[in-house]
Nanobody, 126 residues
Framework: QVQLVESGGGLVQAGGSLRLSCAAS????????TGWFRQAPGKERDFVAA????????YYTDSVKGRFTISRDNAKNTVYLQMNSLSPEDTAVYYC???????????????????WGQGTQVTVSS
């Protein structure tokens, strides 16, 4: 089992920055990939970014490329999401997720992830 705990959410003005953290515990040696998803009110949960735990290869949805950066600190079992140039459209609950395998390789699909955190709210005011 893997446990994930997100932190770092909050209220920020448009154009501002936030850094989210996702701390993993438990059987962290089994983690293959960690991803960030977000869910705005009344909308589906959408993929934001992902990182392969060993290789460090990263993936982003188009809307955040150039603004968000995902990184990891293997020694701390923590994944970060640095979010810059935030806009009200980024307002959502952000979830961290972890997968234990490559599976089908569809890193943007929530079905590929085995464990989820409780989420952290990000609110961007205009």
């Amino acid at each position: 089992q893997v446990q994930l705990v997100e932190s770092g959410g909050g209220l920020v003005q448009a154009g501002g920055s936030l850094r989210l953290s996702c701390a993993a515990s438990g059987r962290t040696s089994s983690i293959y990939r960690t991803g960030w998803f977000r869910q705005a009110p009344g909308k589906e949960r959408d993929f934001v970014a992902a990182i392969n735990w060993i290789s460090g290869r990263t993936y982003y949805t188009d809307s955040v490329k150039g603004r968000f950066t995902i990184s990891r600190d293997n020694a701390k079992n923590t994944v970060y999401l640095q979010m810059n140039s935030l806009s009200p459209e980024d307002t959502a609950v952000y979830y961290c997720a972890a997968s234990e395998g490559y599976y089908s390789g569809r890193y943007s699909s929530s079905n590929e992830y085995d464990y989820w955190g409780q989420g952290t709210q990000v609110t961007v005011s205009s």
